[in-house]
Nanobody, 124 residues
Framework: QVQLVESGGGLVQAGGSLRLACAAS????????AGWFRQAPGKEQEFVAA????????YYANTVQGRFTVARDNVQNTVLLQMNSLKPEDTAVYYC?????????????????WGQGTQVTVSS
């Protein structure tokens, strides 16, 4: 069992930055692939970024490629999402998730543990 808690959300102006953190507890977090998803009002939940068991394997949605960076600290059991050049369309609740295995995935159905989410609002 893994518990995930997100933090770092808030209100920021367009062009600004935020850093989200996902703190994991429970079983050894380094054994899981981690992902970030988001859900905007009235829209489906969508993939944002994923990171393998180490920092060597990352994958991003096209919409955030070049602006967002995902990283993990397996000593601190934390996954970070650095978000730069934020746009109003990035406004959403951001969720951290964890999946078993080695392969990163964009499919939310493969992730078995989820945090409660943190709100990110980008004003124009």
């Amino acid at each position: 069992q893994v518990q995930l808690v997100e933090s770092g959300g808030g209100l920021v102006q367009a062009g600004g930055s935020l850093r989200l953190a996902c703190a994991a507890s429970g079983r050894t977090f380094s054994s899981y692939v981690a992902g970030w998803f988001r859900q905007a009002p009235g829209k489906e939940q969508e993939f944002v970024a994923a990171i393998g068991r180490t920092n060597l394997n990352t994958y991003y949605a096209n919409t955030v490629q070049g602006r967002f960076t995902v990283a993990r600290d397996n000593v601190q059991n934390t996954v970070l999402l650095q978000m730069n050049s934020l746009k109003p369309e990035d406004t959403a609740v951001y969720y951290c998730a964890a999946k078993i295995g080695y392969q990163v995935s964009t499919s939310k159905s493969e992730y078995v543990y989820w945090g409660q989410g943190t709100q990110v609002t980008v004003s124009s």
